[in-house]
T-cell receptor, first 116, second 112 residues
Framework: AQKITQTQPGMFVQEKEAVTLDCTYD???????LFWYKQPSSGEMIFLIY??????QNATEGRYSLNFQKARKSANLVISASQLGDSAMYFC?????????????FGTGTSLTVIP | DADVTQTPRNRITKTGKRIMLECSQT?????MYWYRQDPGLGLRLIYY???????NKGEISDGYSVSRQAQAKFSLSLESAIPNQTALYFC???????????FGPGTRLTVL
């Protein structure tokens, strides 16, 4: 079974609109971390946001927020007020085992295109 | 200067050749990782290391080996490269306290 599932290979959003990128995960651990990374066409991996499994509030970082629904095992990324520079690949990732540094698992990514 | 560097940035080689990809970091992190990225498959973990004496296999370690020469250096070797090892390879580091992984710029490897 896939550890991280991103079901949207490609998404389009109008500039200044909000967009939600879906991510579901599979783990039996109680302690884990969830991450989102952005990969622009230049290829580098840019960290966006982190949510710990014990965090009760959804993580937010500027225009990024993580909609964490633990019972559903989902960790969707919400980008508000989309900008042209948001066009990129977005990867959801999970680290199992708090403080044990277990393996990281990445999803297959979602390609986001922001339309002017 | 970049915190995580990878050399070379691009490499073209032939089937059967031995290749070493190098990663250096100035972040002082204990943990280092090697991933490969293939179109449509995301990033997959090859090996990871928690400190100089600790090496662990990741999801797809077959055909690869690693060496942690120092806290700051983590090398990935392909003993006998094959075409399906053509991919973008990333090195990453992390700290126990800070869960975020910091990625290098990537090495694009082509095996002919």
């Amino acid at each position: 079974a896939q550890k991280i599932t991103q079901t949207q290979p490609g998404m389009f959003v109008q500039e200044k609109e909000a967009v939600t990128l879906d991510c579901t995960y599979d783990t039996s651990d109680q302690s884990y971390g969830l991450f989102w990374y952005k990969q622009p066409s230049s290829g580098e991996m840019i960290f966006l946001i982190y949510q710990g499994s014990y965090d009760e509030q959804n993580a937010t970082e500027g225009r990024y927020s993580l909609n964490f629904q633990k019972a559903r095992k989902s960790a969707n990324l919400v980008i508000s007020a989309s900008q042209l520079g948001d066009s990129a690949m977005y990867f959801c990732a999970m680290r199992e085992g708090l403080y044990t540094g277990n393996q990281f698992y990445f999803g297959t990514g979602t390609s986001l295109t922001v339309i002017p | 200067d970049a915190d995580v560097t990878q050399t070379p940035r691009n490499r073209i080689t032939k089937t059967g050749k031995r290749i070493m990809l190098e990663c250096s970091q100035t972040k002082g992190h204990d943990r280092m990782y090697w991933y490969r990225q293939d179109p449509g498959l995301g990033l997959r973990l090859i090996y990871y290391s928690f400190d100089v004496k600790d090496i662990n296999k990741g999801e797809i370690s077959d055909g690869y080996s690693v060496s942690r020469q120092a806290q700051a250096k983590f090398s990935l070797s392909l003993e006998s490269a094959i075409p399906n090892q053509t991919a973008l390879y990333f090195c990453a580091t992390s700290d126990l306290k800070d869960d975020e992984q910091f990625f290098g710029p990537g090495t694009r490897l082509t095996v002919l």
